[in-house]
Structure formats: structure tokens, C-alpha cells
């Protein structure tokens, strides 16, 4: 089958076409578009069925499993398909793993390190026991994430664009360091031992219920990682639809009860705002995909991410 | 869609931006005054009520994009405004040790100019429905050279101010707190200045781009 690839702006993209045989799959098309291009390897390509002028539609993404005549509509033995480049591509988990690791190497430098003399202060005398705790919870919890990212996530996505590296990155780093200076500064003003208790106990629980919320969500894809969507069920899953966000919102909270910078409820804020972005368009998605037409469930009515509010 | 309520918002929008162009009027028409007969280091003193006036009236602007009275984004307006608020109010007003400073001269000189083709075309629009052509051309081509000049003006004024800001610790909060925060006014200049040097570009490049679209847009019609 002859298949033509067009630009976005309908220019010929590859001059000629591919030919390809009928019973070719999509991701055949990828590598023959590969090995012709050199430069678009098939992670970059966005592939889509071509939209007609004027449509508000969005435009279907061609499944890499499925073979070019599931797409083909007719008996037509031809094909038009839209082509997009997504830039340089990088595989989540290297995306996680350097985001992660700036907050695991950086706040330990401000506890270990005489920082605070470039910024004008003393050898620091005086280590609190909420500080050398905070600093075992922080590095606990971005271990955890790195373990989580190699061992536990299945990504629907395979990569990400890798200008997300640099936004990323400098977001993590970024707060991770901004907490770390006020958390391990010499003039720190610890909270009560109970307080302190209360911060971290109540934050170890959602590190451990979110660490199972990722289990849970791992168990609904399959290892050889199609992606796709279920409706998660199960522990917090059956109130909550996001009840991994929560849970790590929740640990959030739990640190900076214990910590009490202003610069950690300032990083819970945004990280919440963010988090909520996502859960919000992950319920619309599962709720629009689950509406109990044509034999599919319909989702259950739950909280979007934090009860009793949203 | 009731009529009366139209009226009342270009009404509205029509007095706002005409008393504002006043303001900016005054503030190039003193400026030049005070330039002529005094020297630059006497600008400041000849503007400033003018120009604090003006210049916080353009908060309303935020409120305008927010409640929908006009179109443009709450998003270009308030690094827009927040910039000039900094100027006005965080470094001239706060620190009067820079305000016999040239720089002051062209800042006042290029936002003066820039405000006055912008708010009497905007006064035109809602006042009168149009606005002539070379305004139009007017508002989308003077940024070209007054955007670096006001760009510049702004960047050397906050840079010249340092010493200033630094022995003053004028609005810096310290440690020992209970929320374990800080805020030292030296360090924000210096990531203020830093934060320049991606947003000239880019804010550059947008008006390039809204020029573009403007003029090409009144060339169809």
C-alpha cells in the first residue's frame, strides 16, 4: 500500500511516499519514516489521520500496534497520513531520575556544608533534631520516587520533549533548594516536639499509602506497556480519583507541620496547583471514556483529588 | 447583550483612558520642562505626582482584563504592570539617592511617549469607535526604539540603585521567625535584573509579532 506523508501545513513530507506492504502496522510505518528521515526516529513522529479544513476536531493519533488498514477507509490502497515532529525526545525515566536527583544532592549539601558562611553567617553551631530528621524524610522521599520510577510506574508515554528536562529540573531544583536553605539555616526556630511528631508521623503514613496508591496503578496496565486507561478501584481509589496525588499532597503537608517554613507551604501550594491541573484532566478523560455506553462501564462518582473540596 | 451596558463600559473605558493620557501628558510635557531649564538631576522632582498617579492608575487595567472589560490577557498585563510598578514605586520612589540620575530622564521620557500613543488610542477607539491609521502604525512602531530605551533605562536604574538598596535594608525581613523566612530586598534587585535578560527578548519578540499582525490586519481591511 502506498502511503503519502504530509506536513501539518499540507506540504509533501516525504517526496514520493513509502511503500509499504498491506499488512504493514503502524509502527512499520514509524521505521520505514525513520530509516528514510534519519534525523525522526519513531518517538519523535506524531502521526495523526488527516483532519478536513475547518474541523474543531482533534485529530487521531495513529496506535503504533495497529496495522495502516485498520486506518484506510474503504478498500482504498492508500493512505494519508499527517506528519508532526515532537523535537528531540528523552524516555520519562531519565526525565524523572534528573529531575529526582537534584533535590536528593542538594539538600544534603546545605545540612553538611558550611553554605551559610557565603551568605554571610557563622559556622553553624547548633543542629536541631527536626532538622537531621526533615533531612532523612526529604532524601527518603525522593529515593522513593527514583526506586518508583524504575521499578513500580508503567508510562503511557514512553518519552517526553526534552526541553521538559530544563523545565523540570529547574523547578525541582529550584524549591528543593530554596527549602533546604531556611530548613538547615543557623537561625532555624524549630516547632514543638509534638508538632514535629505529629508533621512527620502523619507525612511517613502518605509516603506509605501513596507508595501503595502506585501499586495499585501500576497493577492496571500491562508490563509491556501499551498504556491505555482503566478505572482504578481499590483503597482510597474507591472515594478519590487521584488518590495518589493526594497522598503525596498530604505528605507535603505533613513535612512542613513538622518543618514550618514559609518556603514549604509556598512549594505545597504551587505542587498542589499543579497536581490538580492533572488530576482534573485525568477525571474528565476517565469519565469521558467510561460513560457506560456500548458495554463500557460508567465511572464511578468520586472526588476529583482533594475531598471534601474537589 | 443589553446596549446600555455597552455604552456605560465604553463610557467608562473612555473616560479611564483619556484622564490617564492626561497624567502621561503632564509627566513628558514636565520632564522636558525641567530638562530645559534645570538639568536632568531635577527630572524626577518636576514628575513625580504625575507619575506615581499614572503610573498606579494602570493597576485598574488588571482589574479590567480579570472582570472581562477588555480583551487583552491578564497574562501580558501584569509582568507589564508589575515592572513598571517596581521602577516607579520599589526603586525612584523608595531610594531617592538615584533619582538626579540620567537614566531617569530617558525611563520617564520613553514611558511617557509610549503611554501617550497608547492611551489616546485606546481613548479614540472607545470614545469615537476608530482610530486613524497612523496611530495604529504609531502605537506598533515607536516600541521598536523605545522599548530598548525604556528597557535600558529600567535594567541601569535597579543596577545603579544597588549600593543604595543594599545599606538601606529597606523592606528586608530577617531571621530568627517562626516561619523560618526571609526576604532580602538586595537579592531580589539582582534576580529582578536577572529576569530581564530572558524577558526583554521574549517580550520583544512578542510585540514583533503583534506589529506584524496588527498592520497586516489594517492593510485587509
Known amino acids: 500500500m502506498k502511503v503519502t506523508l504530509v506536513s501539518r501545513s499540507g506540504r509533501e513530507f516525504i517526496k514520493g511516499g513509502l511503500e509499504l506492504n498491506d499488512s ?15 534525523k525522526f526516529y519513531p518517538s519523535r513522529q506524531r502521526l495523526t489521520l488527516p483532519v478536513p479544513s475547518g474541523s474543531r476536531e482533534r485529530p487521531v493519533i495513529l496506535n503504533y500496534k495497529k496495522s495502516l488498514k485498520d486506518y484506510c477507509d474503504g478498500n482504498e490502497n492508500t493512505l494519508t497520513i499527517v506528519f508532526k515532529d515532537l523535537g528531540p525526545q ?19 549539601v546545605f545540612y553538611y556544608f558550611p553554605v551559610y558562611k557565603y551568605f554571610g553567617y557563622e559556622e553553624k ?13 526529604w532524601c527518603f522521599h525522593y529515593f522513593k520516587r527514583i526506586m518508583e520510577t524504575f521499578f513500580i510506574h508503567r508510562f503511557s508515554h514512553a518519552t517526553s520533549p526534552l526541553s521538559n528536562v530544563f523545565r523540570n529540573c529547574a523547578y525541582y531544583w529550584t524549591f528543593g533548594s530554596y527549602i533546604a536553605y531556611y530548613v538547615n539555616h543557623p537561625l532555624y526556630t524549630p516547632v514543638s516536639d509534638l508538632q514535629m511528631k505529629i508533621g512527620f508521623g ?20 500491562s508490563p509491556d506497556g501499551s498504556g ?12 478519590v480519583t487521584c488518590a495518589n496525588y493526594t497522598t503525596e499532597i498530604y505528605q507535603w503537608l505533613g513535612f512542613n507541620i513538622a518543618t514550618q517554613t514559609v518556603a514549604g507551604y509556598v512549594f505545597l501550594v504551587v505542587a498542589t496547583s499543579i497536581m490538580t491541573n492533572w488530576a482534573l484532566a485525568k477525571h474528565r478523560r476517565l469519565k469521558k471514556l467510561f460513560d457506560g455506553k456500548d458495554g463500557r462501564p460508567k465511572y464511578p462518582r468520586r472526588w476529583v483529588i482533594l475531598p471534601p473540596f474537589l | 447583550m443589553a446596549s446600555a451596558l455597552t455604552v456605560l463600559r465604553r463610557l467608562y473605558l473612555s473616560i479611564y483612558n483619556w484622564l490617564v493620557f492626561i497624567g502621561w501628558f503632564q509627566v513628558l510635557f514636565l520632564a522636558l520642562k525641567a530638562l530645559k531649564e534645570s538639568g536632568h538631576e531635577h527630572v524626577y522632582n518636576a514628575v513625580e505626582k504625575p507619575l506615581l498617579l499614572a503610573q498606579s ?7 479590567h482584563g480579570l472582570i472581562g472589560l477588555v480583551r487583552s490577557p491578564v497574562s501580558s498585563t501584569l509582568p507589564q504592570i508589575g515592572s513598571r510598578l517596581y521602577l516607579t514605586w520599589g526603586i525612584l520612589w523608595s531610594f531617592p539617592e538615584i533619582r538626579t540620575h540620567i537614566l531617569v530622564t530617558s525611563l520617564v521620557i520613553s514611558w511617557a511617549i509610549t503611554e501617550i500613543i497608547r492611551y489616546s488610542f485606546f481613548g479614540m477607539k472607545e470614545a469615537f469607535g476608530f482610530a486613524p491609521s497612523w496611530h495604529l502604525w504609531l502605537r506598533y512602531s515607536t516600541f521598536l526604539v523605545l522599548y530598548p530605551t525604556g528597557i535600558s533605562s529600567e535594567v541601569g536604574l535597579i543596577y545603579f540603585a544597588l549600593p543604595y538598596i543594599k545599606a538601606s535594608e529597606k523592606y528586608c525581613f530577617r531571621m530568627p521567625n517562626k516561619g523560618n523566612f526571609s526576604f532580602d ?4 534587585a539582582i534576580l529582578a535584573l536577572g529576569i530581564y535578560v530572558p524577558g526583554s527578548p521574549h517580550l520583544y519578540h512578542y510585540m514583533l509579532g503583534q506589529r506584524k499582525r496588527a498592520l497586516s490586519k489594517s492593510k485587509k481591511e
Open chain 1, 24 to 38: 504493514a502496522t503502524v509502527a512499520d510505518l514509524q521505521e520505514a519514516i525513520h530509516k528514510r528521515t534519519k
Open chain 1, 90 to 108: 528523552v524516555s520519562y525515566r531519565t526525565l524523572f531520575f534528573f529531575e529526582y536527583l537534584g533535590p536528593l544532592i542538594l539538600y544534603p
Open chain 1, 125 to 137: 553551631r547548633v543542629i536541631h533534631p527536626v532538622q537531621t530528621y526533615a533531612l532523612y524524610y
Open chain 1, 202 to 221: 502523619f507525612g511517613i503514613v502518605c509516603q506509605l499509602a501513596n507508595f501503595y496508591c502506585h501499586i495499585i496503578l501500576k497493577n492496571l496496565r
Open chain 1, 228 to 239: 491505555g486507561y482503566q478505572i482504578p478501584r481499590g483503597f482510597l481509589f474507591n472515594i
Open chain 2, 57 to 63: 492608575a494602570a493597576v485598574m487595567e488588571i482589574l
Open chain 2, 185 to 188: 530586598y538586595f537579592y531580589a
